[in-house]
């Protein structure tokens, strides 16, 4: 038993730094509690929808001095796959 999805992810670029994909621990939105599952990425259904969060994130960081006006989030394509675990 397993499932193979196509979703969409959010990279992290910042000049100097190695990109990355994010995890739940960005979204600030109270879907997600840290607590109620393991950490992941952050996934989306659909570009449209990863593409809105992004927005919001350079609305949140518009105006800062600090290394954070650098960061840039990019949608980006993934694949999740999950596999049931045999013993």
């Known amino acids: 038993m397993s499932w193979d999805r196509r979703l969409w992810g959010v ?3 910042s000049p100097g730094s190695p990109t990355m994909l ?3 621990a960005w ?3 109270e879907r997600v509690t840290p607590f109620s599952e393991p950490s992941r990425a952050l996934l989306f259904k659909n ?3 990863a593409r809105r969060w992004c927005r919001g994130e350079h609305a949140f960081y518009e105006g800062r001095t600090d290394v954070c006006a650098t ?4 949608p980006v394509p993934v ?3 999950v596999k049931k675990e045999v013993r």
């Open 11 to 13: 990279e992290l670029r």
């Open 22 to 24: 994010i995890g739940t």
């Open 27 to 29: 979204d600030r939105s």
């Open 47 to 49: 570009r449209f929808l």
């Open 71 to 74: 960061w840039r989030f990019v």
């Open 79 to 81: 694949r999740e796959t």
